[in-house]
């Protein structure tokens, strides 16, 4: 059938049911696959005949999350990897020769910033960083050597965002790969592809798992860059295991549900913190006093999970609300049914100058919460106990 919606495809796509005829989708725990015929494993080898040959290949458990992916993100094709960054240094190396220049997001994951910074760095591809929501910045950025904008929308902690469409206009017009790390908000929340983007990232190891239980990643796009990236990945070797395929393959079956639950227990949390004397400054997608929030609703489905918060006496009252928690778990990890608490300056921003930190809008009592599951007045409850102490 043609034109499924989301939550029928979410369900329903990429798996075929073998002669068993399972219910539930089966998970092939195997390295490698036989054939019936010498004549038949030539032919596997020589690509006249398609099918698995061994597990750093392809997969049926691996194929099946793959293919359900990319049907909820609307492109082509899907490699899955091992985990997202993974999925994000496959697509550099795949498809940038020594030489190149990528202009990237100053608002990224982390440790994107330093896989570009000392990693892929030493295969001279050189790197420009802009501010996300900058269009001219990424426009004036450009190099004749330019071959990819690289990015996430919304950024983390802040919910900052680009204009998918509008940058996807800059990049084609000078044979520019986009891609977009989609992690924060899942294919249940934003489709970048469909907004222009190359390129879809993901670190399926957050929503897309949701649960906290293993690491993944996917790269997706057209037949043809996938394929590019396919044999990176075939030769190299960072294959999701069947295992964790399907653990975020089951993943997918739930994912527009979670995503809502924790899109209104997050906007319930951030309009209660926006009424607390104790807190300076609320940043989340779904408040109007967001200034993305206009452009945000033109491109997503929902604002996510992703609340950050400035407390007023700064690291002391930061660390005092920290630790008076009791439900929210005390981690750095995001996109799990159990809501997580941290302090960016001195854990998963640590490592910038006072300098980078001050540009990007970190500051010291700032506390980001990636909101889970649970009861929502339950949650509030426990924030309330760290203001008032
Ligand atoms: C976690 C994360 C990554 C890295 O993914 P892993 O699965 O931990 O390797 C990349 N991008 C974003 C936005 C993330 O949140």
Redesign the pocket.
Known sequence: MKNLQFDTKAIREGYQTTNEQEHSEAIFLTSSFKFDSAEQAAARFSKEELGNIYARFTNPTVDAFERKLAALEGAQACVATA????A?FATIMALIKSGGHIVASRNM?G??IVLLNTIVSKFDITISYVDLNDLLQWKNAIQNNTKLFLL?TPS?PLGEVVDITALSEISQAKNILLAV?N??LSPALQTPIKLGADIVIH?A??YIDGQGRC???AILGSQEIIEQIGAFTRATGPSLSAFNAWIVLKGLDTLSLRMKAHCENALKIAIWLESQPQVKKVHYLGLKSHPHHQLAKTQQLGFGGIVSFEIKGGQVAAFKLINATEIFSITAN?GDTKSTITHPTTTTHGRLSDEERENAHITDGLIRLSIGLEDADDLIADINKGLLV
């Open positions: 985990s997202g960054m993974a994000i994951f440790t994107s996430e983390n790390d992690a924060i670190s190891t957050k690491l993944a990643g995001l």
